[in-house]
């Protein structure tokens, strides 16, 4: 047997004849399904209800392993994408495989009349000549931020060519003649695919079904014909900011890719990418190949480049190893025929987006610096006040271009409009990106990867400027930084003002007759008392080194308590609802990043516990029973010194004075001992 994909170059007319009515056909049929469908794409949003196109042309020279010789493989794709819609039609040039075999010598016996039979006679064989080819396809993608499905209908073609023997006498019957008639048989397949993609938070999980036979045309059955069968497809993607791994497997291949995204701002407002994968055999057809790609976009183009590298495990070369070729390969039309042959190839993709609104467009991002990549949802007060990322935008034209920056996720979890911005000719603008973050109950707390689109909008029109890829976290991820803590503090709760003034009415239903300032301080002490029987220490199950979880206060207390800053949360809202205000201390080291230490225990780095406002002046501290090492001197909002009192909240369920004096030993070892606060190891912050 010899492979010879690049040896022949006679044309199939036939077969190319076939492939366009196919893919017109199949176009034609897409493109009225998705104009029927107009009530579903009304619901994307403005900026994707417009149609746009793109067209791309895949050129390769791939050398034959068998011949060493070098052939080209030409792919022509054109797509429209709408929203979170996107279908395209691919038609491949020269996209197939070709073999020759020589089956061996062909041994005629041929019997007289005299019955006799003659001497055994050998002739040369004709070699047989079988074809495969991927004339091209279509396909249609649907993808929004959990779910994506991706269907495609590909164009198989088989064809064989070779000769039968027929013997033939003369007059004399003693003359014998061998006439070899030459036939020449094929057929094509139409093979459905389909595969379905869902997002869990940095993971993607796919499956589906590839190279389904949906229409057979041609004949029926022939040498070396091959019956596509369906196929069963895996995969799984993990992404972790600028990093994403994969695995997918067929019924007869596995893979593994790894690809790596770079900043590009010197090319384009979207990221580089490269990519590095290893594929190998699943049947006995035992191959091994590795691929390596690059891509780079610029403003009007995007140009990919690549290398791959397929090695058998043993050699091949008669008709048993072409057939175990055949029965390993997909045939989806995601992947190339040779794709496990023995070959080597370099490639080149161009794309052209054809969008009339793309040139002409004055503004091109120089510089862009993301400052919070990890947005949590907790803090969407922090971004909508401080900046998430800054970028300089720069003017080409040579007149003044008044803009409004828009910066939204696909699914508009987070988004956010500035006012308009002024850029004179020429000049470069520095301009902030803040962020505002909806409430979103269905965000995971331990994060999902998202890509923060930026966009001016001039006269009404929207210019894509950058891509940042970005993670949100949900309602209950903390940062780690104990200042964050302020953003789960809900004083104004209704849940914990009704709680918190059933606990004030009581503490001043079991005060005493005292009077001022101590009456005051019992009043403290009855209300602490009394709230925090319910919050019971429970070590946080959720705690890693990377993220953290903080309850909110309704539910600390709904649930009966919490870790130390889930308790502290709570009570803290609970104190400011009825006037009290408080500071959190923290005993846990500073690190770098959103790396946290876990929750410990009291008394351990990782711990947090409160200072509690009592509101009475700093004079009045032996009227209230406390001595100097008990009352901490420190100044209200008011600027007036007034006493505070440590309290240990995980201490709160066994009652106000184990709290307290739990508290007082710890303000004491950790802040006047160890001199904690001047040596950096202790820090407070207001909860305010």
């Known amino acids: ?106 041994i005629i016996r041929v019997e007289d009349e005299e019955h006799q039979f003659s001497e055994d006679t050998d002739f040369d064989s004709r070699p047989d000549f079988y074809q495969m080819s991927q004339p091209g396809k279509v396909y249609a993608q649907f993808a929004n931020r959990r779910m994506q499905v991706t269907g495609a209908l590909n164009l198989l073609s088989q064809r064989s060519d070779f000769e039968t023997p027929e013997i033939a006498t003369s007059v004399d019957t003693s003359l014998f003649v061998i006439n070899w008639n030459p036939l020449s048989k094929r057929n094509s397949y139409v093979l459905g695919s389909l595969i379905a993609g869902y997002s869990m938070r940095s993971v993607v999980l796919q499956a589906g079904l590839l190279s389904v036979p949906v229409i057979r045309f041609g004949d029926a059955g022939f040498r070396d014909h091959y019956r596509p069968a369906a196929q069963l497809f895996l995969g799984a993607t993990w992404r972790l900011n600028n990093w994403e791994m994969a695995g997918l497997s067929d019924s007869k291949n596995w893979s593994v890719h790894m690809k790596r995204t770079f900043d590009s701002r010197f090319l384009s407002s979207r990221p580089l990418q490269a990519s590095l994968g290893f594929q190998s055999g699943l049947t006995g057809f035992n191959y091994q190949g590795l691929m390596l790609k690059f891509y780079m976009p610029f ?10 590298v397929t090695r058998l495990g043993e050699s091949w070369g008669n008709r048993t190893d072409f057939r175990q070729w055949q029965r390993s390969n997909s045939y989806s039309g995601f992947f190339p025929l040779d794709r496990n042959l023995p070959h080597q190839a370099i490639y080149a993709k161009v794309r052209v987006r054809l969008d009339r609104e793309k040139p002409g467009w004055p503004l091109r991002v120089i510089n862009q610096r993301l400052l919070q990549q990890h947005i949590f949802s907790a803090k969407h007060d922090f971004y909508a006040h401080n900046p998430i990322a800054m970028i300089d935008i720069f003017n080409e034209k040579p007149h003044t271009v008044t803009l409004q920056l828009l910066a939204e996720t696909s699914d508009h979890t987070a988004s956010f409009r500035s006012e308009q911005i002024t850029i004179r000719p020429r000049q470069v603008q520095t301009v902030p990106v803040y962020l505002f973050v909806m409430a979103n109950e269905t965000l995971p707390d331990d994060g999902v990867s998202e890509q923060l689109i930026l966009k001016a909008i001039i006269n009404g029109r929207h210019q894509e400027l950058s891509v940042m890829p ?74 890693t080194l990377s993220v953290d979880q903080v309850q909110y206060p309704a539910e600390t207390y709904s649930r009966g308590g919490g870790d130390c800053e889930d308790i502290t949360v709570s009570l803290g809202s609970a104190l400011m609802s009825v006037g009290y205000n408080t500071v959190v201390v923290d005993v846990r080291p500073a690190t770098r990043g959103r790396v946290s230490i876990p929750t410990a225990k009291k008394s351990s780095i990782g711990h947090v516990f409160m200072l509690v406002d009592t509101g009475i002046e700093a004079e009045h501290m032996s009227e209230i029973g406390l001595n100097e090492f008990q009352a901490v001197i420190r100044q209200n909002q008011f600027g007036v010194d007034t006493i505070w009192i440590a309290i240990e909240t995980t201490e709160v369920s066994n009652g106000f004075q184990a709290a307290f004096d739990e508290g007082v030993r710890q303000y004491y070892t950790e802040v006047i001992e160890k001199q904690g606060v001047t040596n950096g190891n202790v820090h407070v912050y207001e909860l305010n």
């Open 1 to 106: 047997m010899t492979r010879c994909s690049g040896d022949r170059s006679n044309i199939d007319w036939l077969l190319l004849g076939r492939s366009l009515i196919f893919l017109i056909t199949a176009i034609a049929l897409a493109v009225t399904a998705v104009q029927a469908q107009s009530e579903i794409l009304s619901s994307v949003r403005e900026d994707g209800a417009r149609w746009s196109w793109a067209i791309s042309a895949s050129n390769a020279y791939s050398q034959n392993g068998s011949s060493r010789q070098w052939y080209p493989n030409t792919d022509i794709d054109i797509s429209i994408r709408r929203g979170g819609l996107n279908i395209g039609s691919t038609i491949f040039l020269n996209q197939q495989q070709e073999f020759l075999f020589q089956p061996g010598r062909l």
């Open 470 to 543: 970005i993670t949100i976290y949900g309602r209950r991820a903390w940062d780690g930084q104990t200042a964050s803590l302020r953003y789960f503090v809900t004083p104004g709760d209704s849940y914990i003002k009704n709680r918190a003034k059933q606990a004030y009415l009581t503490s001043l239903r079991k005060l005493s007759d005292s009077p001022g300032p101590r009456r005051d301080y019992e009043q403290l002490r009855n209300f602490i008392e009394h709230f925090g029987k319910a919050l019971h220490y429970i070590p946080d199950p959720t705690t």
């Open 299 to 308: 403003n009007k183009f995007d140009l990919t480049l690549g290398y791959d």
